[in-house]
Protein backbone atom coordinates (compact mmCIF):
# COMPACT_ATOMS: atom_id res chain seq x y z
CA UNK A 1 0.00 0.00 0.00
CA UNK A 2 1.25 3.48 -1.17
CA UNK A 3 0.61 6.71 1.16
CA UNK A 4 1.02 9.71 -0.86
CA UNK A 5 0.85 13.20 -0.06
CA UNK A 6 -0.19 14.55 -3.43
CA UNK A 7 -0.06 18.38 -4.42
CA UNK A 8 -1.51 18.92 -8.40
CA UNK A 9 0.11 22.07 -8.06
CA UNK A 10 3.24 23.57 -7.84
CA UNK A 11 3.52 26.64 -8.05
CA UNK A 12 1.50 28.19 -10.91
CA UNK A 13 3.44 26.53 -13.40
CA UNK A 14 3.92 22.89 -12.35
CA UNK A 15 2.36 19.82 -11.18
CA UNK A 16 4.25 17.52 -8.58
CA UNK A 17 3.47 14.41 -5.99
CA UNK A 18 5.52 13.30 -2.83
CA UNK A 19 5.26 10.61 -0.83
CA UNK A 20 6.51 9.17 2.54
CA UNK A 21 6.53 5.68 0.41
CA UNK A 22 8.24 5.40 -2.62
CA UNK A 23 5.88 6.74 -5.56
CA UNK A 24 4.59 4.15 -8.00
CA UNK A 25 4.23 4.70 -11.37
CA UNK A 26 0.20 4.91 -11.66
CA UNK A 27 0.81 7.78 -9.34
CA UNK A 28 3.92 9.45 -11.46
CA UNK A 29 1.73 9.25 -13.98
CA UNK A 30 -1.41 11.10 -12.38
CA UNK A 31 0.50 14.00 -11.90
CA UNK A 32 3.92 14.12 -13.69
CA UNK A 33 3.23 12.17 -17.11
CA UNK A 34 5.92 13.84 -19.19
CA UNK A 35 8.05 11.10 -16.97
CA UNK A 36 6.09 8.83 -19.56
CA UNK A 37 6.65 10.63 -23.07
CA UNK A 38 6.84 7.47 -25.67
CA UNK A 39 8.85 9.63 -27.85
CA UNK A 40 10.56 13.02 -28.22
CA UNK A 41 8.76 16.33 -28.82
CA UNK A 42 8.19 17.01 -32.82
CA UNK A 43 10.36 20.11 -32.51
CA UNK A 44 13.49 17.82 -31.96
CA UNK A 45 15.47 16.63 -34.79
CA UNK A 46 16.84 12.95 -36.28
CA UNK A 47 20.09 13.28 -34.19
CA UNK A 48 18.02 14.07 -30.57
CA UNK A 49 18.41 10.19 -28.97
CA UNK A 50 15.35 10.06 -27.02
CA UNK A 51 15.24 7.61 -23.80
CA UNK A 52 12.23 8.01 -21.67
CA UNK A 53 12.56 9.12 -18.14
CA UNK A 54 10.47 6.24 -16.84
CA UNK A 55 12.96 3.42 -18.45
CA UNK A 56 15.84 5.54 -16.89
CA UNK A 57 13.45 5.30 -13.15
CA UNK A 58 12.67 1.55 -13.87
CA UNK A 59 16.37 0.96 -14.12
CA UNK A 60 17.50 2.95 -10.91
CA UNK A 61 14.61 0.86 -9.17
CA UNK A 62 15.96 -2.03 -9.95
CA UNK A 63 19.23 -0.96 -8.10
CA UNK A 64 17.57 -0.13 -5.02
CA UNK A 65 16.84 3.74 -5.74
CA UNK A 66 13.06 5.15 -5.51
CA UNK A 67 11.23 7.90 -6.29
CA UNK A 68 10.02 9.72 -3.18
CA UNK A 69 9.25 13.48 -5.15
CA UNK A 70 8.58 13.99 -8.75
CA UNK A 71 7.67 17.63 -10.86
CA UNK A 72 6.98 18.71 -13.93
CA UNK A 73 6.67 21.83 -15.53
CA UNK A 74 3.49 23.56 -17.44
CA UNK A 75 5.17 24.76 -20.41
CA UNK A 76 3.15 28.13 -21.85
CA UNK A 77 2.94 26.06 -24.98
CA UNK A 78 0.23 23.42 -24.33
CA UNK A 79 1.72 20.91 -27.01
CA UNK A 80 4.74 20.39 -24.55
CA UNK A 81 2.71 19.65 -21.69
CA UNK A 82 3.28 15.81 -22.20
CA UNK A 83 7.46 17.02 -22.92
CA UNK A 84 7.79 19.37 -20.47
CA UNK A 85 10.67 19.51 -18.23
CA UNK A 86 10.45 17.49 -15.20
CA UNK A 87 12.41 16.68 -11.57
CA UNK A 88 13.07 13.80 -9.26
CA UNK A 89 14.15 12.92 -6.03
CA UNK A 90 15.28 9.43 -5.20
CA UNK A 91 17.02 7.68 -2.82
CA UNK A 92 17.35 4.30 -1.05
CA UNK A 93 15.14 4.08 1.59
CA UNK A 94 12.75 6.57 3.44
CA UNK A 95 15.33 7.61 5.74
CA UNK A 96 13.14 6.60 8.95
CA UNK A 97 14.27 7.66 12.12
CA UNK A 98 17.02 9.83 10.46
CA UNK A 99 16.79 14.00 10.85
CA UNK A 100 18.26 13.70 7.05
CA UNK A 101 18.22 11.57 3.96
CA UNK A 102 21.03 12.05 1.14
CA UNK A 103 19.29 11.66 -2.66
CA UNK A 104 19.91 11.95 -6.14
CA UNK A 105 17.85 14.81 -8.46
CA UNK A 106 17.31 14.18 -11.65
CA UNK A 107 16.38 17.04 -14.14
CA UNK A 108 15.09 16.39 -17.49
CA UNK A 109 12.81 17.64 -20.62
CA UNK A 110 11.74 15.39 -23.79
CA UNK A 111 11.30 19.07 -26.12
CA UNK A 112 14.85 20.13 -25.76
CA UNK A 113 14.43 22.77 -22.97
CA UNK A 114 17.09 20.15 -20.57
CA UNK A 115 19.34 17.91 -20.71
CA UNK A 116 19.96 14.86 -18.37
CA UNK A 117 21.21 16.86 -15.13
CA UNK A 118 22.23 14.99 -11.81
CA UNK A 119 22.40 16.32 -8.57
CA UNK A 120 23.39 15.68 -5.13
CA UNK A 121 20.60 16.69 -2.46
CA UNK A 122 19.89 16.23 0.51
CA UNK A 123 15.80 15.90 2.25
CA UNK A 124 15.50 17.15 6.29
CA UNK A 125 12.17 15.55 7.24
CA UNK A 126 11.10 17.91 10.28
CA UNK A 127 9.94 20.20 7.25
CA UNK A 128 10.46 18.37 3.80
CA UNK A 129 12.85 20.75 3.10
CA UNK A 130 14.84 19.58 -0.31
CA UNK A 131 17.87 21.13 -0.49
CA UNK A 132 20.60 20.71 -3.37
CA UNK A 133 24.61 20.42 -2.66
CA UNK A 134 26.30 23.32 -4.31
CA UNK A 135 29.34 23.70 -6.55
CA UNK A 136 32.05 21.88 -4.74
CA UNK A 137 29.87 18.81 -5.35
CA UNK A 138 29.58 16.94 -8.96
CA UNK A 139 26.76 18.01 -11.22
CA UNK A 140 26.48 15.80 -14.33
CA UNK A 141 24.97 16.46 -17.66
CA UNK A 142 24.17 13.88 -20.38
CA UNK A 143 23.04 15.40 -23.74
CA UNK A 144 20.97 14.09 -25.54
CA UNK A 145 23.43 12.20 -27.97
CA UNK A 146 24.35 8.53 -28.54
CA UNK A 147 24.55 5.46 -26.24
CA UNK A 148 23.22 7.64 -23.44
CA UNK A 149 21.15 5.46 -21.02
CA UNK A 150 24.01 3.67 -19.16
CA UNK A 151 25.83 6.97 -18.93
CA UNK A 152 23.05 8.42 -17.24
CA UNK A 153 22.65 5.78 -14.51
CA UNK A 154 26.75 5.61 -14.15
CA UNK A 155 26.38 9.43 -13.67
CA UNK A 156 23.85 8.49 -10.78
CA UNK A 157 26.54 6.62 -9.25
CA UNK A 158 29.08 9.18 -9.86
CA UNK A 159 26.31 11.34 -7.77
CA UNK A 160 26.20 9.02 -5.27
CA UNK A 161 29.56 8.79 -4.50
CA UNK A 162 29.63 12.34 -3.33
CA UNK A 163 27.16 11.16 -0.14
CA UNK A 164 29.91 10.97 2.49
CA UNK A 165 31.08 14.41 1.30
CA UNK A 166 27.85 15.67 1.54
CA UNK A 167 27.35 14.11 4.83
CA UNK A 168 30.25 15.07 6.17
CA UNK A 169 29.62 18.72 5.10
CA UNK A 170 26.10 18.70 6.65
CA UNK A 171 27.63 17.83 9.77
CA UNK A 172 30.34 20.43 10.06
CA UNK A 173 27.67 22.89 9.54
CA UNK A 174 25.91 21.42 12.11
CA UNK A 175 28.99 22.06 14.59
CA UNK A 176 29.40 25.05 13.50
CA UNK A 177 28.06 28.13 15.26
CA UNK A 178 26.83 32.05 14.22
CA UNK A 179 26.99 35.17 16.30
CA UNK A 180 23.57 37.52 15.40
CA UNK A 181 25.72 39.21 13.05
CA UNK A 182 27.35 36.40 10.93
CA UNK A 183 23.82 35.05 10.41
CA UNK A 184 22.50 38.47 9.42
CA UNK A 185 25.17 38.61 6.71
CA UNK A 186 24.63 35.21 5.85
CA UNK A 187 20.92 36.17 4.55
CA UNK A 188 21.90 39.21 2.96
CA UNK A 189 24.21 37.22 0.69
CA UNK A 190 21.34 35.04 0.28
CA UNK A 191 19.23 37.78 -0.49
CA UNK A 192 21.90 38.97 -3.35
CA UNK A 193 21.93 35.42 -5.22
CA UNK A 194 17.81 35.35 -4.65
CA UNK A 195 17.07 38.76 -6.36
CA UNK A 196 20.63 40.54 -7.80
CA UNK A 197 21.03 44.00 -8.22
CA UNK A 198 16.40 44.66 -7.28
CA UNK A 199 15.55 45.61 -4.42
CA UNK A 200 14.92 43.10 -1.83
CA UNK A 201 11.08 43.12 -0.60
CA UNK A 202 12.39 41.77 2.79
CA UNK A 203 14.94 42.37 5.29
CA UNK A 204 17.60 39.94 6.06
CA UNK A 205 16.07 39.59 9.65
CA UNK A 206 12.86 38.25 8.36
CA UNK A 207 14.75 35.18 6.67
CA UNK A 208 16.55 34.06 9.22
CA UNK A 209 13.56 34.02 11.28
CA UNK A 210 12.44 29.94 12.45
CA UNK A 211 9.15 29.06 11.20
CA UNK A 212 9.02 25.84 13.88
CA UNK A 213 10.52 25.50 17.17
CA UNK A 214 13.05 22.84 15.37
CA UNK A 215 14.50 25.38 13.63
CA UNK A 216 15.67 27.75 16.27
CA UNK A 217 19.07 27.33 17.00
CA UNK A 218 22.01 29.19 15.50
CA UNK A 219 24.56 26.96 13.67
CA UNK A 220 25.18 27.55 9.77
CA UNK A 221 23.06 24.21 8.60
CA UNK A 222 19.90 25.59 10.77
CA UNK A 223 20.42 28.91 9.62
CA UNK A 224 20.82 27.90 5.90
CA UNK A 225 17.84 25.81 6.54
CA UNK A 226 15.36 28.56 7.60
CA UNK A 227 16.55 30.94 5.19
CA UNK A 228 16.24 28.28 2.08
CA UNK A 229 12.89 27.43 3.44
CA UNK A 230 11.64 31.04 3.83
CA UNK A 231 12.92 31.51 0.37
CA UNK A 232 12.13 28.60 -1.44
CA UNK A 233 8.52 28.43 0.01
CA UNK A 234 7.93 32.33 0.06
CA UNK A 235 5.07 34.15 2.18
CA UNK A 236 7.05 36.77 3.87
CA UNK A 237 5.50 40.10 4.24
CA UNK A 238 7.43 42.65 2.49
CA UNK A 239 7.75 45.96 0.91
CA UNK A 240 8.41 46.53 -3.02
CA UNK A 241 9.37 49.69 -4.99
CA UNK A 242 6.60 50.37 -7.99
CA UNK A 243 8.18 51.96 -11.42
CA UNK A 244 7.04 55.27 -9.73
CA UNK A 245 9.33 55.06 -6.96
CA UNK A 246 6.43 54.51 -4.32
CA UNK A 247 6.79 52.15 -1.54
CA UNK A 248 3.57 49.72 -1.56
CA UNK A 249 2.84 46.04 0.34
CA UNK A 250 4.04 42.98 -0.98
CA UNK A 251 4.17 39.10 -0.53
CA UNK A 252 7.11 37.36 -1.75
CA UNK A 253 6.25 34.49 -4.01
CA UNK A 254 7.77 30.82 -3.51
CA UNK A 255 10.21 29.43 -6.32
CA UNK A 256 8.01 27.22 -9.01
CA UNK A 257 10.47 27.31 -11.73
CA UNK A 258 12.44 24.10 -11.95
CA UNK A 259 15.88 25.54 -13.21
CA UNK A 260 15.04 28.83 -10.59
CA UNK A 261 14.46 26.08 -7.59
CA UNK A 262 17.52 24.79 -8.75
CA UNK A 263 19.92 27.60 -9.07
CA UNK A 264 19.05 29.15 -5.98
CA UNK A 265 19.45 26.16 -4.34
CA UNK A 266 22.51 24.97 -4.82
CA UNK A 267 23.90 29.14 -4.38
CA UNK A 268 22.52 29.10 -0.78
CA UNK A 269 24.38 25.53 -0.27
CA UNK A 270 27.11 27.29 -1.52
CA UNK A 271 27.16 30.28 0.55
CA UNK A 272 26.34 28.41 3.62
CA UNK A 273 29.32 26.27 3.46
CA UNK A 274 31.40 29.37 2.36
CA UNK A 275 30.34 30.68 6.15
CA UNK A 276 31.31 27.16 7.67
CA UNK A 277 34.95 27.58 5.73
CA UNK A 278 35.48 31.35 6.99
CA UNK A 279 34.67 30.26 10.49
CA UNK A 280 36.76 27.08 10.59
CA UNK A 281 39.79 29.67 9.37
Not at 59 to 86: C, I, N, T, Y
Not at 109 to 124: C, I, K, V
Not at 253 to 277: C, F, K, S
Amino acid sequence: MYHHRLATRFGRNAHQISGREPLDNDALFRSVPSIFATDAHGSRSARYVYVPTIDIVEGLRREGWFPFFAVQAAPRDGSRHGHAKHMLRLRRDDGIGKPEAAEVIIVNSHDGTSAYQMFAGMLRFVCTNSMIAGERFEEVRVPHKGAIQDQIIEGVFSVAKEFPRLIDSTETMKETQLNRDEQRLLAEASLIARYGDDESPVKPDQIVMPRRCEDVGQSVWTTFNVIQENMIRGGLDGRKRNANGHIRRSTTRPINGIDQNVTLNRALWTLAEGMQRLKAG
